[in-house]
């Protein structure tokens, strides 16, 4: 999935959900950035060790921060590798972090 996430429309977003003036919605925005970025790693991590059931977690945590920045296409993907991870079930996890990883890239680097 090429769909990335734009930061101004997500700012729109937050300003009518929640009422956020500018600095508000950057600091949402910044340390929302950090726990994906940081759920991704970790979910990379447990992953790369065969720990599902800490993907499940890691997953579940990423698709919460997702929700409350109502990014929830990309909520759902998290919720996929949650679910399937959680019952021990194949998918594809790696190419599914990619994709979130790629899809939120723009989004992760306000973060930093």
Do not use: F
């Amino acid at each position: 999935m090429s769909d990335s996430v734009d930061l101004v429309l997500l700012k729109a977003c937050l300003k009518e959900k929640y009422n956020l003036r500018e600095p508000q919605q950057e600091k949402l925005i910044k340390v929302s950035a950090q726990s994906i970025k940081e759920s991704l790693d970790n979910a990379e991590e447990a992953l790369a060790e065969r720990d599902l059931q800490a993907l499940s977690e890691y997953a579940h945590k990423l698709k919460g921060t997702l929700l409350i920045m109502s990014l929830d296409t990309w909520a759902d993907k998290a919720d996929e590798i949650h679910s399937a991870a959680e019952r021990g079930s194949k998918l594809n996890y790696a190419t599914l972090l990619r994709e979130i990883r790629g899809g939120l890239k723009m989004l992760c680097e306000q973060g930093e």
